[in-house]
């Protein structure tokens, strides 16, 4: 019998995948989804805010724009450097702590918001994460999660790299937050109610074959499956990365594409 991964070894694992290749890269293209989520729960300046699987600190910069108190959490800590760097060169005082979004360090209640933007998705728990985003929002608070969607550019990206090196055994796609039904039973009785928006990002790279090579270099996902490949698996990924990017494109021979996302925003009851 071949034994089954822990959780915990798959968190590791993520870890370790997150941490390589030069995820600041990748990030510096989502920029624009911590203004979406703010902008979709509504945020009260002067709100304590928690950014769950903050990375390099897209959602709690946004909130802090917003004259928010604003704090960051995330479980590799290269990415809150980078966080911490931005949050200095727009002289904002946001806290990022080291954390995991399944296990977090603070009070139940703590917060007036509890976000995440494709951070708390990626978490190997769903149903332990989801729990933690309820417990340290407080009563009548609000928790909003961005999420790529599975039949979005990002959600079929992930099903390409899945298939040539798939999911650890027990472990969920992550764009399972990206639909609505799946995302009300992980809340279940711990919100008052729910509410979805689907939307979109435009996101331009100069080619298709920057775009699969951008892909294979910096963000974790596709480097470390790469790697696992070898040369002749490396080149059939990067073919069928970049016919991806071939069909999703909104101009033929260019890189053009909407990255769809879902937004599920709950009352914490």
Same mark, same amino acid.
């Given at each position: 019998?071949?034994?089954?991964?822990?959780l915990?070894?798959?968190?590791? !694992?993520?870890?370790?995948?997150?941490?390589? /290749?030069?995820?600041?890269r $990748?990030?510096?293209? *989502?920029?624009? @989804?911590g203004d979406?989520?703010?902008d =979709?729960v509504?945020?009260?300046?002067g709100?304590?805010?928690?950014?769950?699987?903050? /990375?390099?600190g &897209?959602?709690?910069?946004? =909130? =802090?724009?917003?004259?928010?108190?604003?704090?960051?959490v995330d479980?590799?800590?290269?990415?809150l450097?980078?966080?911490?760097?931005?949050?200095?060169a727009?002289?904002?005082?946001?806290?990022?702590?080291? /954390?995991?979004?399944?296990? @977090?360090?603070?009070?139940? /209640?703590?917060?007036?918001?509890?976000?995440?933007?494709?951070?708390?998705?990626?978490?190997?728990d769903?149903?332990?994460?989801? !729990?933690?985003?309820?417990r340290?929002?407080?009563?009548?608070?609000?928790?909003?999660?961005?999420s790529?969607t599975p039949?979005g550019?990002v959600?079929?990206?992930?099903? *390409?790299?899945?298939? &040539?090196v798939?999911?650890?055994?027990?472990v969920?796609?992550p764009?399972?937050?990206g639909?609505?039904?799946?995302?009300?039973?992980?809340?279940?009785?711990?919100?008052?109610?729910?509410?979805?928006?689907?939307?979109?990002?435009?996101?331009?790279f100069?080619? @298709?074959?920057?775009?699969?090579?951008?892909f294979?270099?910096?963000?974790?996902?596709?480097r470390?499956?790469?790697?696992? @490949?070898?040369?002749e698996?490396?080149?059939?990924?990067? *073919?069928?990365?970049?016919?991806?990017?071939?069909?999703?494109?909104? $101009?033929?021979?260019?890189?053009?594409s909407?990255?769809?996302?879902? $937004?599920? $925003?709950? !009352?914490?009851?």
């Amino acid at each position: 019998m071949i034994a089954q991964p822990t959780l915990e070894a798959v968190k590791d !694992r993520q870890r370790a995948t997150w941490s390589s /290749g030069d995820y600041t890269r $990748i990030a510096a293209v *989502t920029v624009p @989804l911590g203004d979406v989520l703010c902008d =979709a729960v509504d945020l009260r300046s002067g709100a304590r805010v928690l950014d769950v699987a903050t /990375g390099t600190g &897209h959602v709690a910069l946004a =909130a =802090a724009r917003r004259f928010c108190d604003a704090t960051g959490v995330d479980f590799v800590p290269a990415l809150l450097e980078v966080a911490r760097a931005r949050a200095e060169a727009e002289n904002f005082d946001v806290e990022f702590r080291v /954390g995991d979004a399944e296990e @977090l360090p603070f009070e139940p /209640g703590s917060f007036d918001y509890v976000l995440s933007a494709i951070g708390v998705m990626f978490t190997a728990d769903h149903a332990r994460a989801s !729990r933690e985003l309820t417990r340290v929002c407080r009563p009548g608070g609000t928790v909003g999660v961005l999420s790529w969607t599975p039949g979005g550019f990002v959600g079929e990206m992930l099903r *390409t790299v899945a298939g &040539h090196v798939a999911l650890p055994p027990g472990v969920e796609p992550p764009t399972r937050w990206g639909t609505a039904d799946y995302v009300s039973e992980l809340f279940g009785e711990e919100v008052a109610d729910n509410s979805f928006a689907q939307g979109a990002i435009t996101v331009r790279f100069p080619s @298709l074959a920057f775009f699969a090579d951008f892909f294979l270099e910096h963000y974790g996902p596709t480097r470390n499956a790469a790697e696992a @490949l070898g040369d002749e698996g490396r080149e059939a990924l990067r *073919t069928d990365l970049t016919e991806l990017a071939e069909r999703r494109s909104r $101009i033929d021979g260019a890189a053009v594409s909407d990255w769809e996302y879902l $937004i599920a $925003i709950a !009352r914490r009851a």
